[in-house]
């Protein structure tokens, strides 16, 4: 075993158990279930690619990477965790956003099982056997850019949240998974470049994702981002309410709304937070609630 085959290895037992911390801190939180289900995928494909490395001969090697042909589905379900927790409910109720999120993934895995338009077969490198790409193949070429541009997008979706929120714990958390996100794809642009200069490295991908999770864990264990504690619980509990809450800094500005909240008034959570109280008192609200809501900001409180 040399050291490609075996940081192949340890990649798949690192992810495997970082998924299953965050799963046992909460099983029954979608952001929970959401993390482990792609650290497991990850640690598959980190464990297929251990498997074809150290393979002892082509036949074998060529198994492998077939076997690992599911491993889009780690791209889609971290698509799926960071929607799930920038609370982008409205655009998760509906049954589009899971064609859009799990179809690709689907479409790109049996492409890769059945046919070759993909991954050609396997070839010996000075750190074991890899698959040969087809490097020209529309499938191939499409299925790079659907993985780039998930990390692209789930990264400016986390930036954007984070010049956005108005919770330190929560700004400091994203922080983190941000500088997760900027591993994988670092490593696709250098993927991208070295062989221009006839550079020969084998495959980082899930080294990469692995890294994801470790600053994803970290940020969860040192803000308890998903943990069960009495902060998170009055957050689960003011998300779930059926009555509309809206909470105001001193300023007059918008610091927290919840899903009914936004459901009523027909926004997305970004668009409100930070804004001031004017936004929100416009034609959707009753002259009578507007005249209350003023007065709450003006006085502190409303009797009715």
């Known amino acids: 075993m040399n050291l490609f ?11 495997l158990l970082l998924g299953n911390y965050i799963f046992y801190q909460n099983k029954k939180k979608a952001e929970n279930i959401l993390f482990a289900l792609f650290c497991l995928f990850v640690s598959y494909r980190g464990f297929a690619g251990f498997m074809w490395r150290q393979a002892g001969n082509l036949n074998t090697a060529a198994f492998w990477i077939k076997t690992g042909s599911f491993w889009t589905f780690g791209p889609a379900l971290l698509l799926h965790f960071v929607l799930v927790y ?44 890899t698959f040969i790409p087809n490097a020209g193949s529309v499938c191939y070429l499409l299925e790079s850019k659907w993985v780039a541009g998930i990390v692209i997008l789930t ?15 929560r700004k400091k958390s994203i922080k983190y998974i941000c500088i997760g996100f900027a591993v994988p794809l670092f490593i696709g642009v250098l993927g991208a470049f070295l062989p221009v200069f006839k550079i020969r490295l084998p495959e980082m991908t899930p080294a990469s994702f692995t890294w ?16 069960f504690t009495p902060e998170t619980a ?12 809206i909470l105001f800094s001193p300023e007059e500005n918008i610091s927290s709304v919840n ?4 459901d009523l008034l027909g926004y997305e ?20 609630k507007r005249e209350e809501l003023r007065k709450l900001l003006e006085e502190g409180s409303v009797k009715n």
């Open 259 to 262: 899903p009914a909240a936004l």
């Open 269 to 288: 959570e970004e668009e409100l937070l930070g804004r001031p109280a004017e936004l929100i008192l416009s034609e959707k609200m009753s002259t009578s």
């Open 86 to 129: 920038l609370k982008k409910e409205k655009f998760l109720k509906t049954k589009a956003a899971y064609f859009i999120i799990y179809a690709p993934a689907l479409f790109f895995s049996v492409m890769e099982l059945t046919t070759s338009r993909i991954m050609m077969g396997a070839v010996k490198e000075y750190w074991g056997y």
């Open 234 to 245: 009055a957050e689960s509990i003011i998300s779930s309410m059926a009555d509309s809450l």
């Open 212 to 227: 994801l999770a470790l600053f994803t864990v970290y940020a969860i264990r040192k803000y308890q981002l998903f943990a």
């Open 5 to 15: 085959q075996f940081f192949s290895l340890f990649s798949a037992v690192t992810t």
């Open 155 to 169: 990264l400016y979706l986390l930036v954007k949240q984070y010049f956005k929120s108005t919770s330190g714990r």
